[in-house]
T-cell receptor
Framework: NAGVTQTPKFQVLKTGQSMTLQCAQD?????MSWYRQDPGMGLRLIHY???????DQGEVPNGYNVSRSTTEDFPLRLLSAAPSQTSVYFC????FGAGFDGSYEQYFGPGTRLTVT | SQQGEEDPQALSIQEGENATMNCSYK?????LQWYRQNSGRGLVHLIL?????REKHSGRLRVTLDTSKKSSSLLITASRAADTASYFC???????????FGQGTRLTINP
């Protein structure tokens, strides 16, 4: 199993440009999520999905869009990049059972380092 | 806002010593997880402890949970250079459908 894969590893954007960060997992996990990691801020949840066709906002959703058309893929779209979106982005996946209480191990991808100039 | 806060923010010890990191949280939880992140890499799950458990062990790791004080600690015994990493706690809540991560403790093991 490849686990959770993310592409690209690095990206530089100019302010106003748009792009899509790709995330895929081959573990048949229902739950997928996107985090951003900034120095001294830990991980902050951007969006998450509990299954194909179901997404919801996390703590910092503004400026980002997601969709989940398949179980395997969960792309993150930056609509109009801003310097404040310079960060490292992590995708994660896990099982999701009824009454989910965060008790499943999250599997993380290697991250995408994004710089917006 | 972050739910968990790790303490200390940074810790530097000699190889072979024990390392203790603490996590405090604000609201009642169902479970708490600890993750490790090596520099430039994704997070890796270490251990999960449920709210009805007080202590769990995994190899050289020992995690405690005190729900009355809303705090958890991670002890790494007989530290090795390979333990150099950042360590994060993450809290889970019934029906919340998400984990909330703390800011992390950066651990450095000196040879």
């Amino acid at each position: 199993n490849a686990g959770v894969t993310q592409t690209p590893k690095f990206q530089v954007l100019k302010t106003g440009q748009s792009m899509t960060l790709q995330c895929a997992q081959d573990m048949n996990h229902e739950y997928m999520s996107w985090y951003r990691q900034d120095p001294g801020m830990g991980l902050r949840l951007i969006h998450y999905s509990v299954g194909a066709g179901i997404t919801d906002q996390g703590e910092v959703p503004n400026g980002y869009n997601v969709s989940r058309s398949t179980t395997e893929d969960f792309p993150l779209r930056l609509l109009s990049a801003a310097p404040s979106q310079t960060s490292v982005y992590f995708c994660a996946s896990s099982y999701f059972g009824a009454g989910f209480d965060g008790s499943y191990e999250q599997y993380f991808g290697p991250g995408t380092r994004l710089t917006v100039t | 806002s972050q739910q968990g806060e790790e303490d200390p923010q940074a810790l530097s010890i000699q190889e072979g010593e024990n390392a203790t990191m603490n996590c405090s949280y604000k609201t009642s939880i169902n479970n708490l997880q600890w993750y490790r992140q090596n520099s430039g890499r994704g997070l890796v799950h270490l251990i999960l402890i449920r709210s009805n458990e007080r202590e769990k062990h995994s190899g050289r790791l020992r995690v405690t949970l005190d729900t009355s004080k809303k705090s958890s600690s991670l002890l790494i015994t007989a530290s090795r250079a390979a333990d150099t990493a950042s360590y994060f706690c993450a809290t889970g809540f019934q029906g919340a459908q998400k984990l909330v991560f703390g800011q992390g403790t950066r651990l450095t093991i000196n040879p």
